[in-house]
């Protein structure tokens, strides 16, 4: 699996969007994959809030998130872009003005130094 493969989805870029992950997957039991090390992992979380403690507990890491059905899947990778796709692709489609803010950020922050 590798987020460049996606066909339909959407994506935003920004360096905490890992823990928007549990606004969508709040309370929902949903697998947690990782390629780490050479490693292929993956975990039976069973509520979605779980996701951004994991993480904030390792090393940057590119993760997919996902429900056993497969009706969604999320993914961050190591350019901090989160990508959405199946039912929550128009989720990650909505934090655009998340993106457009920080973006702006930069952008003043750089225009002052």
């Given amino acids: 699996m590798h987020w460049n493969n996606l066909r339909e989805?959407?994506?935003v870029q920004h360096p905490e969007a890992w823990r928007w992950v549990d606004e969508f997957v709040a309370g929902r039991p949903v697998l947690f994959?990782?390629?780490?090390?050479?490693?292929?992992?993956?975990f039976s979380l069973a509520s979605g809030t779980s996701v951004s403690h994991v993480i904030e507990e390792c090393p940057g890491f590119e993760f997919y998130v996902a429900d056993a059905s497969c009706s969604f899947l999320l993914c961050e990778n190591l350019h901090?872009?989160?990508f959405g796709a199946g039912?929550?692709?128009?989720w990650v489609t909505q934090l655009a003005p998340r993106h457009n803010e920080w973006a702006a950020s930069?952008?003043?922050?750089d225009s002052t130094a």
Avoid at 33 to 42: Q, S
Avoid at 87 to 90: F, G
């Fill in 87 to 90: 039912l929550a692709e128009a």
């Fill in 33 to 42: 994959f990782a390629h780490i090390d050479d490693e292929e992992i993956i």
């Fill in 80 to 82: 901090d872009y989160l």
């Fill in 106 to 109: 930069l952008i003043d922050t």
């Fill in 9 to 11: 989805y959407s994506a």
